[in-house]
């Protein structure tokens, strides 16, 4: 929750930043701009041209997103919802809904977000339903709803099924493992080192020797050979987060299921690592005075991933300093 030096408004924001519209602009226009002329000046019987009809919806939508994914800021007081939104080229728009006008508040998972959030749902006595920015601290989105609905005088929301809510008495990242998963992985690593040595045959057959000998089959082997080490990995790992200790589950190369658990006394520092430039997510990552890293099995924006790690220092009741957030 973003509270302002006023306690007594909560403020959301939702935005992209001119960093990522920049990059998604400019991916947009890389595809327009080489990969489609490219494909059309290298068709060959006509089949690479399927591609250059995916490839301009993708770039049109990357350039849309980047000039028209709004901004919007709810300031939450007493008196009522202070809306504001902005797109890029557009002018700031400001809506302010009376208490009079608020008929309820609930709270709402996002759909198809990645990763998980929730939004606040306000009710208008019109029958509408405005939408909040997402909620920032993953870890108490019932608190929040809670706050803001005695802030503005309504009943109390139902609370919402969330596996990272700090009342709960145990916290769950990623999900569980099991030795069917892990058996299935490495039966799939042969069939896809089979498929990598299509493209060498194919190479083969049509005559490209230099191409399958000298690119092809070492690319071929070193795709194998990455996902046969790899395998156990593919099916992820399951953090129990409990008051005292952490259990991290992870399944060895024969498929079984090795757990470890970490008490306060083994953490050296608990971190935020570095956004990814893709997604601008996060992972969590756990540094043990051995020198031995987990990191957390899922991802999280930078506010829910700075949410969750204060959880963990609070359930392992390490000092509020453990580590530091970088950048």
């Known amino acids: 929750m973003d509270m302002a030096a006023n306690t007594d408004e909560v403020r959301l924001r939702k935005g992209v930043s001119l960093r990522e519209r920049l990059l998604w602009a400019a991916s947009g226009a890389v595809l327009l701009l080489i990969l489609v002329p490219g494909l059309m000046t290298w068709a060959w019987d006509g089949r690479p041209l399927l591609v250059a009809l995916w490839a301009v919806p993708l770039g049109l939508f990357l350039i849309g997103v980047a000039a028209l994914e709004p901004n919007v800021a709810w300031i ?26 608020i008929a309820g508040v609930s709270v709402r998972r996002n759909r198809f977000s990645y990763p998980a959030s929730f939004s606040l749902a306000c009710m208008l006595a019109s029958g509408n339903i405005l939408i909040s920015p997402p909620l920032p601290d993953i870890t108490r989105v019932n608190e929040t709803a809670e706050t803001v609905a005695a802030m503005l005088g309504l009943p109390a929301a139902a609370p919402v099924d969330n596996p990272l809510d700090a009342n709960n008495p145990v916290i769950r990242l990623g999900s569980p493992l099991t030795p069917v998963l892990g ?45 046969y080490r ?34 306060p006394a083994d953490v050296a520092a608990i971190e935020v690592d570095k956004p990814d430039r893709k997604g601008r997510t996060c992972t969590i990552s756990i540094r043990l005075h051995t020198g031995q890293t987990f990191r957390s099995p899922t991802r999280y924006d930078e506010s829910g991933a700075s949410a969750v790690r204060a959880e963990i220092i609070r359930r392992l009741d390490a000092p509020p300093d453990t580590g530091t957030l970088t950048r």
């Open 183 to 227: 058996r299935v992985i490495p039966a799939i690593v042969p069939a896809s080192a089979v498929l990598c040595t299509v493209p060498f045959l194919v190479a083969l057959w049509i005559g490209e020797t230099e191409l399958a000998l000298g690119l092809l089959l070492p690319l071929g082997l070193f795709v194998a050979f990455t996902l």
């Open 76 to 101: 939450i007081t007493p008196d009522g919802i202070a809306i504001g939104e902005q797109r890029p080229l557009g002018r700031l728009h400001k809506r302010m809904i009376g208490l009079h006008d």
């Open 230 to 263: 790899n395998a156990h990995r593919l099916s992820g790992a399951f953090w129990i987060v409990r008051h005292g200790e952490i259990r991290i589950e992870r399944l060895t190369l024969s498929g079984a299921v090795a757990a470890e658990t970490i008490r």
